[in-house]
């Protein structure tokens, strides 16, 4: 990746604007002002707008979401905006920016560089289709903004309240070219980046004066009272656990969820959970046998264990059942039991299922055959996923007891997704996390499904859902888009990722937002 020269000129510039930037409100000092963090999501770029992962911490500290979704009130709520307001149709946005509000690096962020912004997203981004039905995005005024989308605000708003949707410096972009903004760009969050960054390393970050919120849920909304944030970017699960005992670190995002439930009960820890919003499902191949045939793929919902695996996966797991968990947008606990009613773990159901079907263990070898050949296919998992790489042997097992044999397959997350969108596979675990229940339009639809699952039913509803502006109206219309999925199982939910967020006693004024993004405007640090 290329790196990014700096003339002596833009220097002196840099610091007459780092000199006039305004300073925060005056605070008592707290015993150290610079914050270090473990963090297990390793980014190969920072620029969200470009990213393939919104990776919460270093994408969320030098960025700054429009909104935020406030789940104790199940409402929108603004962070960089003043105000918002969305039309009786849900198809036209207003937004209202601070009067003026400044980019990190003190040039404008007005009405213009926020449809600047959006129009990039929508031009570069590798989930550009989270703004499809946008028809136009406007600057009405100085600091106002209208977005109208055909069909419908909802398919948006989970990207607006996130780094990949927040707005990122399109000018610097342009001068710098997409590669060198990828690895240093320039947004509007708490924090800004010191010094050129190299993928892979470690990322040191400083306040940014020109930050300002509008989130309710913060008492402090100018800068934080941090003044340098060092994040770390450390794979292992165990040796970030092993930094926060030895007081190396203050915060570990990842922690292992055995080290966690030790932790809790330790007055020199504070631990926070989150279920990560989505899931991983098994996804079957329903345009080949054997998995055309619906007995097949009910004796597999029945035959599994998930008390079992979540035993074996040691607490890292949530068990799920129907395709929209706790933690999403139009969650409805009816959906979990119309599926534990539908398919209760049952192995001597399971069996009769498939023998209905022709699948009989005529060799007593354990495995059943039809016509000949045994029930043996292929089962992919992201070698890359440390849920899916345990939780696949567990799988295995299971379905062993039912006579199916499924020969596990490493591979790593890219090759998976396009062998499953291609339907040049059998069978594997597909996923997804996503706020919004929206994402299964990414799932079902033509071009866009795993399972090779398409029907015209089912397009029409999800059509239909993404469009309803009611809350209400819209968590009625994904349950009924669930039981239709639970009905003729073209994945089978399993399992969600339990994120466990851990901090030294001595950090205050931690507050993690939905789903699981750390907010450290109150944050400071008595340390002893």
């Given at each position: 990746?290329?790196?990014?020269?700096?003339?002596?000129?833009?220097?002196?510039?840099?610091?007459?604007?780092?000199?006039?930037a305004?300073?925060?409100?005056?605070?008592?000092a707290?015993?150290?002002?610079?914050?270090?963090?473990?963090?297990?999501?390793?980014?190969?770029?920072?620029?969200?707008?470009?990213s393939?992962?919104?990776?919460?911490?270093?994408?969320?500290?030098?960025?700054q979401?429009?909104?935020?979704?406030d789940?104790?009130?199940?409402?929108?709520?603004?962070?960089?905006?003043?105000?918002?307001?969305?039309?009786p149709?849900?198809?036209?946005?207003?937004?209202?920016?601070?009067?003026g509000?400044?980019?990190?690096?003190?040039?404008?962020?007005?009405?213009q560089?926020l449809?600047?912004a959006?129009?990039?997203?929508?031009?570069?981004?590798p989930y550009?289709?989270?703004?499809?039905?946008?028809?136009?995005?406007?600057?009405?005024?100085?600091t106002?903004?209208?977005?109208?989308?055909e069909?419908?605000?909802?398919?948006?708003?989970?990207?607006?309240?996130?780094?990949?949707?927040?707005?990122?410096n399109?000018?610097?972009?342009?001068?710098?070219?997409?590669?060198a903004?990828?690895?240093?760009p320039?947004?509007?969050?708490?924090?800004?980046?010191?010094t050129?960054?190299?993928?892979?390393q470690?990322?040191e970050?400083v306040?940014n004066?020109?930050?300002?919120?509008?989130?309710?849920?913060?008492?402090?909304?100018?800068?934080?009272y941090?003044?340098?944030?060092?994040?770390?970017?450390i794979?292992?699960?165990?040796?970030?656990?092993n930094?926060?005992e030895a007081?190396?670190?203050?915060?570990?995002?990842?922690?292992?969820?055995?080290?966690?439930?030790?932790m809790?009960s330790?007055?020199a820890?504070?631990?926070?959970?989150?279920?990560?919003?989505?899931?991983?499902a098994i996804?079957?191949?329903?345009?080949?046998?054997?998995?055309?045939?619906?007995?097949?793929?009910?004796?597999?919902?029945?035959a599994?264990?998930?008390?079992?695996?979540?035993a074996a996966?040691?607490?890292?797991?949530?068990?799920?059942?129907?395709?929209?968990?706790?933690s999403?947008?139009a969650?409805?606990?009816?959906?979990q039991?119309?599926?534990?009613?539908?398919?209760?773990?049952n192995?001597e159901?399971?069996?009769?299922?498939?023998?209905?079907?022709?699948?009989?263990d005529?060799?007593?070898?354990g495995?059943?055959?039809k016509?000949?050949?045994?029930?043996?296919?292929?089962?992919?998992?992201?070698?890359g996923?440390?849920?899916e790489?345990?939780?696949?042997?567990v799988?295995q097992?299971?379905l062993?007891?039912?006579?199916i044999?499924?020969?596990?397959?490493?591979?790593?997350?890219?090759y998976?997704?396009?062998?499953?969108?291609?339907?040049?596979?059998?069978?594997?675990?597909?996923?997804?996390?996503?706020?919004?229940?929206?994402?299964?339009?990414y799932?079902?639809?033509e071009?866009a499904s795993?399972s090779q699952?398409?029907t015209p039913?089912?397009?029409?509803?999800?059509?239909?859902?993404?469009?309803?502006?009611?809350?209400?109206?819209?968590?009625?219309?994904y349950?009924?888009?669930?039981?239709?999925?639970?009905d003729?199982?073209?994945?089978?939910?399993l399992m969600?990722?339990?994120l466990?967020i851990?901090?030294r006693s001595?950090?205050?004024?931690i507050?993690?937002?939905?789903?699981?993004?750390?907010?450290l405007?109150d944050?400071?640090?008595?340390?002893?």
């Amino acid at each position: 990746m290329k790196r990014l020269s700096i003339l002596p000129l833009v220097l002196l510039i840099a610091l007459f604007v780092a000199a006039c930037a305004p300073q925060p409100d005056s605070i008592s000092a707290p015993t150290r002002t610079r914050l270090i963090i473990a963090d297990q999501f390793i980014p190969d770029i920072l620029d969200g707008q470009q990213s393939q992962g919104g990776y919460p911490l270093s994408h969320e500290l030098i960025s700054q979401p429009l909104i935020r979704y406030d789940a104790q009130t199940g409402t929108f709520v603004p962070d960089l905006l003043e105000s918002f307001t969305l039309s009786p149709d849900g198809k036209t946005l207003t937004m209202k920016l601070p009067a003026g509000y400044k980019y990190a690096n003190g040039d404008a962020l007005d009405a213009q560089a926020l449809v600047d912004a959006i129009n990039r997203y929508a031009a570069i981004s590798p989930y550009k289709f989270d703004y499809d039905g946008m028809q136009s995005v406007t600057a009405l005024d100085a600091t106002t903004v209208q977005v109208v989308n055909e069909i419908g605000l909802n398919v948006m708003f989970p990207t607006l309240m996130s780094s990949f949707g927040a707005p990122w410096n399109v000018s610097v972009a342009r001068s710098v070219g997409d590669e060198a903004f990828a690895a240093n760009p320039v947004a509007s969050g708490p924090f800004k980046i010191k010094t050129p960054w190299t993928p892979g390393q470690d990322l040191e970050l400083v306040r940014n004066d020109y930050y300002k919120t509008n989130m309710p849920f913060v008492q402090n909304k100018s800068a934080p009272y941090l003044e340098k944030v060092l994040v770390r970017f450390i794979a292992d699960g165990q040796t970030r656990a092993n930094e926060l005992e030895a007081g190396s670190v203050d915060i570990v995002f990842g922690l292992p969820a055995s080290t966690a439930k030790k932790m809790e009960s330790d007055p020199a820890y504070q631990i926070f959970k989150r279920v990560l919003p989505g899931q991983t499902a098994i996804s079957m191949n329903t345009a080949a046998a054997p998995f055309d045939d619906l007995n097949v793929r009910k004796a597999i919902a029945m035959a599994l264990n998930r008390e079992q695996l979540e035993a074996a996966l040691s607490g890292n797991m949530t068990a799920e059942y129907a395709f929209i968990n706790a933690s999403m947008i139009a969650y409805d606990p009816a959906a979990q039991e119309y599926a534990k009613s539908l398919y209760p773990f049952n192995v001597e159901a399971a069996r009769k299922l498939l023998a209905a079907s022709g699948w009989v263990d005529a060799d007593g070898d354990g495995i059943v055959e039809k016509n000949g050949k045994p029930f043996r296919v292929e089962f992919l998992v992201d070698s890359g996923a440390v849920m899916e790489v345990d939780a696949a042997p567990v799988v295995q097992a299971q379905l062993k007891a039912i006579g199916i044999d499924i020969q596990i397959a490493l591979h790593d997350l890219a090759y998976n997704y396009d062998a499953m969108i291609a339907g040049n596979y059998q069978m594997g675990f597909s996923g997804y996390i996503w706020v919004d229940p929206d994402i299964l339009t990414y799932r079902f639809t033509e071009g866009a499904s795993p399972s090779q699952f398409v029907t015209p039913e089912l397009t029409a509803m999800l059509d239909a859902a993404r469009a309803i502006p009611n809350s209400k109206e819209r968590s009625a219309a994904y349950l009924g888009i669930q039981k239709y999925l639970l009905d003729n199982v073209p994945m089978i939910p399993l399992m969600s990722e339990n994120l466990y967020i851990g901090a030294r006693s001595w950090v205050k004024g931690i507050y993690i937002v939905s789903p699981y993004n750390l907010i450290l405007n109150d944050v400071r640090i008595e340390q002893p």
